[in-house]
Protein backbone atom coordinates (compact mmCIF):
# COMPACT_ATOMS: atom_id res chain seq x y z
CA UNK A 1 0.00 0.00 0.00
CA UNK A 2 0.67 3.47 -0.51
CA UNK A 3 1.82 6.07 2.46
CA UNK A 4 0.90 8.65 1.53
CA UNK A 5 -2.91 9.04 2.61
CA UNK A 6 -1.31 7.45 6.23
CA UNK A 7 0.55 10.54 6.34
CA UNK A 8 -1.90 12.90 5.30
CA UNK A 9 -4.25 11.38 7.75
CA UNK A 10 -1.75 11.75 10.72
CA UNK A 11 -0.93 15.29 9.49
CA UNK A 12 -4.47 15.77 9.74
CA UNK A 13 -4.91 14.57 13.10
CA UNK A 14 -1.82 15.92 14.76
CA UNK A 15 -2.85 19.74 13.65
CA UNK A 16 -6.03 19.05 15.01
CA UNK A 17 -4.81 17.99 18.25
CA UNK A 18 -2.81 21.57 18.58
CA UNK A 19 -5.66 23.17 17.35
CA UNK A 20 -7.48 21.53 20.45
CA UNK A 21 -4.90 22.38 22.58
CA UNK A 22 -4.72 26.04 22.11
CA UNK A 23 -8.74 26.37 22.48
CA UNK A 24 -8.07 25.34 26.09
CA UNK A 25 -6.56 29.03 26.66
CA UNK A 26 -9.21 30.96 27.77
CA UNK A 27 -8.99 34.59 27.16
CA UNK A 28 -8.78 36.09 30.65
CA UNK A 29 -11.10 38.90 31.80
CA UNK A 30 -8.94 41.62 32.40
CA UNK A 31 -6.90 43.57 30.48
CA UNK A 32 -3.32 43.31 32.66
CA UNK A 33 -0.56 41.51 33.23
CA UNK A 34 -2.21 40.16 36.59
CA UNK A 35 -4.97 38.37 34.67
CA UNK A 36 -2.44 36.46 32.97
CA UNK A 37 -1.05 35.12 35.92
CA UNK A 38 -3.56 32.37 36.32
CA UNK A 39 -3.52 31.14 33.20
CA UNK A 40 0.23 30.54 33.41
CA UNK A 41 0.00 27.02 34.71
CA UNK A 42 -2.37 25.85 31.61
CA UNK A 43 0.07 27.92 29.23
CA UNK A 44 3.20 25.79 30.44
CA UNK A 45 1.28 22.68 29.75
CA UNK A 46 0.62 24.12 26.66
CA UNK A 47 4.11 24.89 25.33
CA UNK A 48 5.02 21.57 26.70
CA UNK A 49 2.55 19.76 25.10
CA UNK A 50 3.20 21.81 21.81
CA UNK A 51 6.68 20.72 21.88
CA UNK A 52 5.53 17.13 22.30
CA UNK A 53 3.65 17.55 19.56
CA UNK A 54 5.88 18.77 17.35
CA UNK A 55 8.35 15.77 18.32
CA UNK A 56 5.90 13.22 17.16
CA UNK A 57 5.34 15.17 14.10
CA UNK A 58 9.07 15.45 12.55
CA UNK A 59 9.86 12.17 13.99
CA UNK A 60 6.93 10.40 12.24
CA UNK A 61 7.40 12.43 9.58
CA UNK A 62 10.94 11.29 9.45
CA UNK A 63 10.22 7.87 9.73
CA UNK A 64 7.59 7.61 6.89
CA UNK A 65 9.81 9.15 4.81
CA UNK A 66 12.38 6.05 5.21
CA UNK A 67 9.42 4.24 4.66
CA UNK A 68 8.42 2.91 1.13
CA UNK A 69 5.14 1.09 1.88
CA UNK A 70 2.31 0.18 4.89
CA UNK A 71 0.39 -2.59 5.32
CA UNK A 72 -2.94 -3.42 7.26
CA UNK A 73 -0.86 -3.75 10.61
CA UNK A 74 0.84 -0.79 9.96
CA UNK A 75 -2.03 1.18 9.63
CA UNK A 76 -3.93 0.12 12.66
CA UNK A 77 -0.48 0.62 15.02
CA UNK A 78 -0.21 4.25 13.36
CA UNK A 79 -3.54 4.54 14.69
CA UNK A 80 -2.68 3.52 18.14
CA UNK A 81 -0.29 6.19 18.54
CA UNK A 82 -2.16 8.39 16.87
CA UNK A 83 -5.18 7.53 19.31
CA UNK A 84 -2.38 8.13 22.26
CA UNK A 85 -1.70 11.42 21.31
CA UNK A 86 -5.30 12.29 20.94
CA UNK A 87 -5.28 12.23 24.58
CA UNK A 88 -2.63 14.92 25.02
CA UNK A 89 -5.02 18.00 24.84
CA UNK A 90 -7.19 16.18 28.00
CA UNK A 91 -3.82 15.34 29.86
CA UNK A 92 -2.96 19.25 29.29
CA UNK A 93 -5.90 20.49 29.75
CA UNK A 94 -6.27 18.62 33.41
CA UNK A 95 -3.29 19.10 34.32
CA UNK A 96 -3.00 22.96 33.61
CA UNK A 97 -6.16 23.40 35.54
CA UNK A 98 -5.29 22.04 38.33
CA UNK A 99 -1.81 23.40 39.47
CA UNK A 100 0.24 20.35 38.54
CA UNK A 101 -1.73 18.62 41.25
CA UNK A 102 -0.16 14.61 41.29
CA UNK A 103 -2.93 12.70 39.52
CA UNK A 104 -3.16 14.92 36.55
CA UNK A 105 0.74 14.94 36.46
CA UNK A 106 1.25 11.25 36.71
CA UNK A 107 -2.36 10.75 33.82
CA UNK A 108 -0.05 13.48 31.68
CA UNK A 109 3.58 10.73 31.84
CA UNK A 110 0.85 7.48 31.40
CA UNK A 111 -0.35 9.33 28.00
CA UNK A 112 3.19 10.48 26.98
CA UNK A 113 4.41 6.65 28.17
CA UNK A 114 1.99 4.69 25.74
CA UNK A 115 2.37 7.33 22.63
CA UNK A 116 6.37 6.43 23.06
CA UNK A 117 5.35 2.64 23.11
CA UNK A 118 2.89 2.91 20.32
CA UNK A 119 5.56 4.51 18.14
CA UNK A 120 7.98 1.73 19.38
CA UNK A 121 5.06 -0.71 18.03
CA UNK A 122 4.82 1.49 14.80
CA UNK A 123 8.65 1.89 13.96
CA UNK A 124 9.13 -2.16 14.88
CA UNK A 125 5.93 -2.81 12.37
CA UNK A 126 8.00 -0.57 9.97
CA UNK A 127 11.04 -2.39 10.38
CA UNK A 128 9.68 -5.72 9.73
CA UNK A 129 8.08 -4.80 6.56
CA UNK A 130 11.05 -3.08 5.23
CA UNK A 131 13.74 -5.59 6.23
CA UNK A 132 16.59 -5.38 9.12
CA UNK A 133 19.03 -4.62 6.22
CA UNK A 134 17.09 -1.57 5.25
CA UNK A 135 17.91 1.78 5.37
CA UNK A 136 14.83 2.61 7.87
CA UNK A 137 15.97 -0.20 9.92
CA UNK A 138 19.90 1.30 9.93
CA UNK A 139 18.18 4.78 10.86
CA UNK A 140 16.24 3.55 13.82
CA UNK A 141 19.64 1.22 15.17
CA UNK A 142 19.16 0.26 18.52
CA UNK A 143 17.09 3.67 19.67
CA UNK A 144 18.58 4.15 22.84
CA UNK A 145 16.62 7.62 22.67
CA UNK A 146 13.07 5.53 22.69
CA UNK A 147 14.14 3.64 25.81
CA UNK A 148 15.72 6.23 27.91
CA UNK A 149 12.72 8.39 27.57
CA UNK A 150 10.06 5.50 28.38
CA UNK A 151 12.21 4.58 31.37
CA UNK A 152 12.53 8.14 32.16
CA UNK A 153 8.46 8.66 31.76
CA UNK A 154 7.38 5.55 34.06
CA UNK A 155 9.79 7.10 36.13
CA UNK A 156 7.97 10.43 36.62
CA UNK A 157 4.48 8.86 36.84
CA UNK A 158 5.98 7.38 39.66
CA UNK A 159 7.51 10.59 41.09
CA UNK A 160 4.40 12.39 40.17
CA UNK A 161 3.28 10.98 43.65
CA UNK A 162 5.84 12.09 45.67
CA UNK A 163 6.91 15.63 43.83
CA UNK A 164 4.78 16.81 40.59
CA UNK A 165 7.54 19.59 40.30
CA UNK A 166 9.83 16.92 39.55
CA UNK A 167 7.73 14.65 37.31
CA UNK A 168 7.52 17.53 35.18
CA UNK A 169 11.10 18.17 34.85
CA UNK A 170 11.67 15.09 33.80
CA UNK A 171 8.92 15.72 30.87
CA UNK A 172 10.92 18.90 30.08
CA UNK A 173 14.16 16.77 30.00
CA UNK A 174 12.90 13.88 27.89
CA UNK A 175 11.66 16.77 25.53
CA UNK A 176 14.70 18.32 25.55
CA UNK A 177 16.60 14.99 24.89
CA UNK A 178 14.65 15.04 21.89
CA UNK A 179 14.62 18.78 20.83
CA UNK A 180 17.86 17.67 19.59
CA UNK A 181 17.66 17.27 15.70
CA UNK A 182 18.38 13.42 15.62
CA UNK A 183 19.60 12.94 11.79
CA UNK A 184 20.13 9.18 11.47
CA UNK A 185 16.83 8.48 9.04
CA UNK A 186 18.31 11.72 6.97
CA UNK A 187 22.32 9.70 7.43
CA UNK A 188 20.73 6.61 6.34
CA UNK A 189 19.19 7.54 3.49
CA UNK A 190 21.81 9.84 1.99
CA UNK A 191 24.13 6.43 1.75
Known amino acids: MNKNRLEAF ?63 PILWANLYLLFWLSLIPFATG ?4 NHFASLPVALYGVVLLMAACAYVILTRLLV ?3 G ?18 MLLYLLAV ?11 AIYVGV ?3 WLVPDRRIERALSE
Open 94 to 97: WMGE
Open 132 to 149: RDSALARSIGSDGKGKLS
Open 175 to 177: AAI
Open 10 to 72: SDGVLAIIITIMVLELKVPHGSGFDALLPLLPVFLCYVLSFVYVGIYWNNHHHLLHAAHHVNG
Open 158 to 168: TLAFVSPPIAG
Open 128 to 130: ARH
